[in-house]
Nanobody, 125 residues
Framework: QVQLVESGGGLVQAGNSLTLSCAAS????????MGWFRQAPGKGREFVAR????????LYAASVRGRFTIFRNNAEAKLYLYMDALKSEDTAVYYC??????????????????WGQGTQVTVSS
């Protein structure tokens, strides 16, 4: 069983940057594909980015590509999301998620087995 705890959310002005963290425990972190999703009020959970565990391949949603960077530290069992040039439409609760499957695209919420509680990011314009 993997436990995930996000941190780093907050209120930030548009155009600024913010880094989210996700601390994992209870499993072999390096063997998990890790992803970030977000959910804005009244909307479904949206894919943001993911990194496959077995080859390190990274995928970003088109809406964040070029502005957000996903990276991980396996030794510390932490996942990060660096968000730059933030926009008001980036306002959402951000979740990290994990799964251990090797044959998975990793861009759908239903592929993930473990979720954090979320951290709120609010971008003011």
């Amino acid at each position: 069983q993997v436990q995930l705890v996000e941190s780093g959310g907050g209120l930030v002005q548009a155009g600024n940057s913010l880094t989210l963290s996700c601390a994992a425990s209870g499993g072999t972190f390096s063997r998990y594909t890790m992803g970030w999703f977000r959910q804005a009020p009244g909307k479904g959970r949206e894919f943001v980015a993911r990194m496959l565990w077995h080859n390190g391949h990274i995928l970003y949603a088109a809406s964040v590509r070029g502005r957000f960077t996903i990276f991980r530290n396996n030794a510390e069992a932490k996942l990060y999301l660096y968000m730059d040039a933030l926009k008001s439409e980036d306002t959402a609760v951000y979740y990290c998620a994990a799964h251990g499957k090797s044959s998975s695209d990793g861009s759908r919420p239903d592929e993930y087995d473990y979720w954090g509680q979320g951290t709120q990011v609010t971008v003011s314009s």
